[in-house]
């Protein structure tokens, strides 16, 4: 069973918007951190935007004022809304948290399946 579940992704043109969601597991009990990493092809898998469950955000450099990130804790949800998107931006999206689980008292890195997001030019 995938404890994280994406959607949203997709192919858009330059200046276009995205909005990416994630819904985390009824397995898993408590997420205290919620968000977006991506890797672009050859490349490293880097963050884009985290929200904590006391509500600070945090983005990346390079989507700042472009990206905005919601979480909806009581739901273990997670949206990534991508604006003024760019070629650059291309790469496959990945929802992250870090959890626990009902079953056990270790806290655990959660990944999502990935979603493509393709930005043409």
């Known amino acids: 069973q995938r404890q994280l579940v994406e959607a949203g992704g997709g192919l858009v043109q330059a200046g276009g918007s995205l909005r990416l969601s994630c819904v985390a597991s009824s397995n898993i009990e408590s997420i205290t951190v919620m968000g977006w990493y991506r890797q672009a092809s050859g490349e490293q898998r880097t963050v884009v935007a985290l929200a904590s469950t006391s509500g600070r955000e945090n983005y990346a450099d390079s989507v700042k004022g472009r990206f905005t990130i919601s979480r909806d804790n009581a739901k273990n949800l997670v949206h990534l809304q991508m604006n003024n998107l760019k070629p650059e931006d291309t790469a496959v999206y990945y929802c992250?948290?870090?959890?626990?689980?009902?079953?056990?008292?270790?806290?655990?890195?959660?990944w999502g399946q990935g979603t493509q997001v393709t930005v043409s030019s």
């Open positions: 992250y948290a870090y959890g626990r689980p009902w079953t056990s008292r270790q806290w655990n890195t959660y």
